[in-house]
Every structure is written in C-alpha cells, then in structure tokens.
C-alpha cells in the first residue's frame, strides 16, 4: 500500500481503534465490575457495599486523573501513553485473581483509577476530534455507542466466566482480553494529530475553503461546521493555527458551566444502572428478568449515542438533544411505573436511548461550542465534574435504598435529571461563544 493510500485511510484507521477502545475497554473496565459483587462479598466475608466501594475508589480517583489527562495527551505520544494505561489495567486484573483481601482491592482499583482515565472516558473523543473534519458526530456517536455494545456482550460474557471457571479465572481472562484486543491498535495507530508533513490530513480537511464562504454559510454539509474554522490542522506541539477558545476563557462561560452541571446529574443517573437489577427484583421480577431490564438499557445506550451523533450533525440541535432528553425522562418514569417484565425491559431501552445526551451529546457540544484547539482540556474538565458523580452515584443509590428500602428516589431523580437536560444543553448551545474564524454563519440558530 502506498504511502499517500495510506494516509488517506489513516483518520479511519483511527476511528476503528477508538471502536475497540470503546467497545473492550469501557466494555470490560466500566460495564463489569458490579457482576463481581455478589460473588466477592461471599470470598471476603464483607457486605456488597464494601465490595462497591472499590468501584466507587476508581471514578474518583478517574475524577482526579481527569484533570491532567488532557494535557498529558497533549504533552506525550498518545500511542505510548494509551499503551501503557492499557498495559497497566490489565496487569490490576491480572494481579486481582490473586487477591485475598478487600484492602488488596481498594489499592489495585486506584491504580486502575489513574490508568483507565486517559485509554477509555478521553482517547476516544479526542481522538475523533482531531482527526475527523466531517462527520465528527457521526463517527463519535458509532465508537461511543460501542460501549453499550461492549456492555451487551461482555456482561454475559463475564458472567459465564465466573460461573464456569471462577471470579479469579475471570480477571485473568479480562486481562488477556484487554491485551491482545487494545494494543495492536494502541501502539500502532492512535496517534493524537495527523501530520500535515508526511501527507496526513483530517478526515474531510480542505485547504481551499476561504473564511468567507464560511461567514457565508457555505454549509454544504452541517458537520462541516464542528470543526470550529480549523481548516490547516497542524501536526505539532505548536496548535497557533487551531481555533478555538482557550481553556481558561472556556472554564468561565456559562456554557461550560451548563455542560459541567448536567454532566453531573446525567453521570449521576448512569450510575442506578448498576442497581437496576436490584430494583426490579424488589418489584417481583426474578433475576434474569431483572437482567433483560439492564441489556435493554445496554442496547437503548448503543443505539442512543449511534444515532443521536449522526443526527446532532445533520438536523436542528437543541431539537435532537431536547428528543433525546425526554426519550430519557419517559424511560426513567416508566420504569418506575411497569412492572411486567416486557414493559419494563422497554423502560430499559428508552432509559438507555437517553445515556446518548450525556456520552456524545455532550463532547459534541465541547467541540461545536469552544472548538479543536484546546479541546482536550476543555473536555477533560467537562469529564471531571461528571466522572466524580458517577464515582458517588453507586454508593450514593445503594444507601439511599438502604434508608428508604426503596429505589423509587434514585428513579425520581434520574426523571429530574433529564427534565432539567432538556432546557439545560439546549441553552448551553444557544449561549456559545463565538470565536475567530468560527466556521458557522452568526445567524446560525442551530
């Protein structure tokens, strides 16, 4: 293959390791955890809570990780960096077979803290955004949406495992899993920009568009404008040729704050994921029952956050993330309200359509309302606020049943949630800031 072919299939190349980063990664790391509750509690003698702590350890601590990660990005080769935090991820699971103790756990899952952050919640996003001029929604929302997929088939997966051959079998599956599926894409192709110097161009880059035909509204295709006018994507540390809004500007508009804010709250729903088998199991449904409610809200996220990417870059957007919204909010107040088991699985899927809002909407958003430039620290600030929620939200729901023995709060809440998502990101985007060489008309009310 030549050179040039290569170059030009590279944002692809791209795209389809940001699919396995999403589909495995968050898959194994973020979708599993909670299937090894039942079965630790029993080995340590200690209560599911104690067990759910460690998951609890590891968002926060991702939290934290958070707000150095997009510089890191910035600062080190993203393949040697992703490398390595796959690398160690999977050496905590390996090391966790040989476990005997809980506070063996809460260690290893602060490592594992620090070492997902940068390969599962940022790489994915960033990636995307510097090497898609076009159809950045689209491609985000399908790679996104892997990690529904990645929830579907390794939760069962996973489960089988530990049933079959025992939790400590299982972790050194995942660690195996995790290796031989990331790093050939890691360290061979997830670089952090193309270089314009050896022939590697954005997807969809063009060097003969001209800021007027922009100003214009020359929109010949509306994902032409997520790209914030950054027509010459320079592969170098210096990024003066980006647009963009600077990090520090961004962190005091009331945009990043609406966005800081509903990630938050929509984080802090996705966490009653994790108890969703438990509660319908309080309401008479038996555990595989209750288990079809949680693959429903696996395959709604799947299609959510496919679908709401490639219509956020085609169709009205406050009207797509105000859809997606109240598609959220009924599947939530449905669940609340079914207790047939089909109707409930059907809550599940509406429930799951809406975690698009929060998982694509809201990085598209990033990127359409402060730009490329610094786009990786813009988002990982976003990710902090959020990922700190969903650090809290599985303790947080457990004890909330624990005091009222009843998850119908938690439920409540997540319908609050998405009512105030509606109108919250809706003027978020409406109350942008405008940058030099945006690339959307100013009367553009989309």
């Not at 293959?1 to 495995?24: D, T």
């Not at 880059?205 to 790209?227: Q, R």
């Not at 962190?251 to 994790?274: E, K």
Request: with cysteine; proline share 3%; charged share 10%.
């Amino acid at each position: 293959m030549s050179s040039s072919r290569f170059s030009a299939i590279r944002p692809w190349l791209v795209f389809v390791g940001c699919c396995v980063l999403s589909l495995v990664g968050f898959g194994m790391i973020i979708n599993t955890p909670g299937l090894y509750y039942a079965v630790l509690s029993q080995e340590l003698h200690v209560s599911r809570a104690q067990v759910a702590l460690a998951t609890t350890i590891m968002n926060g601590v991702g939290a934290l990780t958070m707000v150095v990660g997009g510089r890191a990005m910035k600062r080190f080769d993203s393949r040697i960096l992703i490398s390595v935090c796959v690398a160690v991820c999977a050496i905590v699971f390996f090391a966790g077979s040989y476990f005997t103790a809980l506070w063996q756990f809460y260690v290893a899952f602060v490592i594992l803290g620090v070492a997902y952050v940068i390969p599962v919640s940022l790489a994915p996003s960033v990636l995307l955004s510097n090497w898609f001029e076009q159809k950045v929604g689209m491609v985000m929302g399908i790679a996104l949406g892997l990690s529904g997929v990645g929830g579907m088939v390794f939760n069962p997966v996973v489960s089988s495992w530990i049933s079959d051959f025992g939790w400590r079998t299982s972790y050194r599956f995942t660690a195996l899993v995790l290796a031989v599926c990331i790093l050939p894409f890691s360290l061979l192709v997830l670089k952090f920009l193309p270089d314009e110097s050896r022939g590697e161009f954005a997807y969809g880059h063009s060097t003969v568009a001209t800021d007027a035909s922009y100003v214009a509204g020359d929109e010949a295709s509306k994902d032409g404008n997520m790209n914030g006018g950054d027509k010459d994507l320079e592969a170098k540390a210096d990024d003066s040729s980006i647009t963009g809004v600077a990090a520090h500007d961004a962190y005091r508009t009331v945009t990043f704050m609406l966005l800081a804010v509903i990630s938050v709250m929509l984080q802090f729903t996705s966490g009653l994921v994790q108890h969703v088998s438990g509660y319908e199991q309080t309401r008479g449904l038996n555990l595989q029952q209750g288990a079809l409610v949680v693959s429903g809200i696996m395959l709604g996220a799947a299609v959510g956050k496919a679908t709401i990417g490639i219509l956020l870059d085609r169709l009205n957007t406050q009207l797509v993330l105000v859809l997606y919204s109240v598609v959220g909010l009924a599947g939530w107040l449905m669940m609340m309200l079914v207790k047939v088991p089909g109707l409930a699985t059907v809550a599940g899927l509406l429930a799951g359509l809406g975690q698009g809002v929060v998982l694509v909407a809201v990085p598209w958003l990033v990127r359409r309302c402060f730009g490329r430039r610094n786009y990786a620290e813009i988002f990982s600030g976003v990710q902090v606020a959020g990922t700190m929620a969903l650090a809290l939200s599985a303790t947080v729901h457990g004890a909330v049943f624990d005091f009222t023995g009843s998850y119908l709060p938690s439920l409540a809440s997540a319908v609050i949630f998405f009512a105030i998502a509606a109108f919250g990101l809706s003027a978020a985007f409406r109350l942008r800031p405008r940058f030099e060489n945006a690339a959307e008309p100013v009367a553009d009310g989309r």
